[in-house]
């Protein structure tokens, strides 16, 4: 072996070596940095592990439907007046007209066992239930056991009057009006009777994902029946007489640019500067508004910073702040007229907030062109909570490079204490990891004189 052999041999060992131990600091960095987020994230999987809130007049009622189902209910001075993880998961959250300490709330249990009410596991206990928040006391308003669990909740109910009450029915893809009283379903609009199954999500699996259900009390649509289709990116207004109203449709099947799988619209009548609608604009992670002119819905407000991640609730407080639900930002927030963030609190994955005191979906709050309010967009110069830490940098990277739907869906479905810091500290490991392993095989199948050729080449002149 000649000497030049000996020594390109010898660096070749030191650059391999120099790699390794790159690849090795990098993976046990992440590993380090991982673990710490193991033992110090956040957590509201009991009552004592519940984030601390500001004081804020008012109370503020609190959901979660992820990892741990809660309800949580912040007093005026911040303290937690009310706490449930009973059922698997909790949705919308209203209070109850007259009644100063009740709410009213629609909740899942996933049932694991077979037996008379699911005969193949998992299955769905969907129910609509009332606390008096001084005394815990629990009631059942309606209930029904439904035959899956995956896409199988109720997400929103709208109490109509004492007796009767709207659903939006992911299960059947439907919204009906019950009377609880008699459990007799006075009116029901279907989905599918309006639009093609082969567009939306996967049917019959998850195909219209009917999330929120509204009833509208006043103006030119008095009577109608808002409804929020997340799959088929679209918020259409359904007379109970004569079927959906398609001139005034907000959104169209992937038209990302509108809306893309929202959550939780919240009508805004005349009287208050509408009609108007605000809706968390869920995948593309902002908040946003749309105001009716001249027979069009036109955006007349967004408001995102660069934390979101998928907010799934917004509603316009009398004050004209913006009670906002970042599920994936891990937090509940009211955001001023100036875009400013004016109060809040730390949550795992919320899915929807109620200012109890402002009534059902904060009935007095008025239009984003009513109060003037100015747009403000993540990449108008706002800095993250993060900071220019490596760790937030970091996230910010992954999150760029990660189609936000992928990222969404892998933080869901993460451990509770798996925050977007420690998300991209295990992608920068897994993909450090890989990529050794992956050098290492190609540094063994080298020193055997194994070789790949390219299937492609370029033939020579002569042969």
Known sequence: MSAGSSLRRVRSGLSRNRLRIALAA???????????????????????????????????????SGRAGTITVY?????????????????????????????????????????????????????VERVDLSTGEVEVIYERYDYKEVAGEWHD??????????????????VFLVNTETEVVEWLWDAQSEFPVEEGGPYPTDWAHINDVEYIEEGELEGHVMVSLRNQDQVVF?????????????????????????????YIPESRGGP?????????????????????WVRSWEWSDERMQWPRDADRLPNGNTLITDTHGNRVMEVTPDG????????????????????????????????????????????DEDGLDVLGSLAGLVRSI?????????????????????????????????????????????????????????????E
């Open 26 to 64: 990098i993976v046990l960095l992440s590993a380090g940095l991982v673990a710490a987020g193991s033992t110090d994230g956040l957590s509201t999987a009991s009552e004592e592990e519940v984030p601390s809130a500001e004081p804020r007049e008012g109370h503020t009622a609190i959901t979660e």
């Open 157 to 174: 109910a709208d109490r109509i009057d004492d007796e009767r009450v709207l659903i939006a029915d992911i299960v059947a893809d439907q």
């Open 238 to 266: 359904v007379d109970p007489e004569t079927g959906m109203n398609e001139n005034w449709t907000l959104g169209a099947e992937d038209d990302y640019d509108v809306m893309y799988e929202q959550h939780n619209p919240d």
């Open 340 to 383: 400013e963030i004016e109060w809040q609190v730390e949550s795992t994955l919320p899915y929807e907030a109620e200012r109890l005191e402002t009534g059902d979906e904060s009935a007095g709050g008025e239009s984003a062109r009513e109060l003037g309010l100015e747009s403000r967009t993540a990449d108008a110069g706002d800095e």
């Open 75 to 127: 007093g005026p001075d911040g303290d937690v007046v009310y706490y449930d993880n009973s059922r698997t998961k909790y949705f919308d959250v209203d209070p109850v007209e007259g009644e100063e300490s009740v709410i009213e709330y629609t909740a899942t249990d996933t049932i694991h066992s077979e037996g008379p009410t699911c005969s193949d596991p998992p299955c769905a206990l969907n129910v």
């Open 402 to 462: 990660v189609p936000h739907r992928v990222y969404n869906a892998i933080l869901f479905v993460s451990p509770a204490w798996m925050g977007r810091p420690e998300f991209a500290a295990a992608t920068v490991g897994i993909l450090a990891g890989l990529s050794w392993i992956g050098l290492e095989i190609a540094w063994r199948l080298h020193d055997a004189g194994v070789g790949v050729r390219s299937p492609v080449y370029r033939s020579g002149r002569d």
């Open 276 to 296: 108007a609608v605000v809706v968390s604009d869920s995948e593309n992670g902002r908040v946003e508004e749309f105001q009716r002119e001249d027979g069009e």
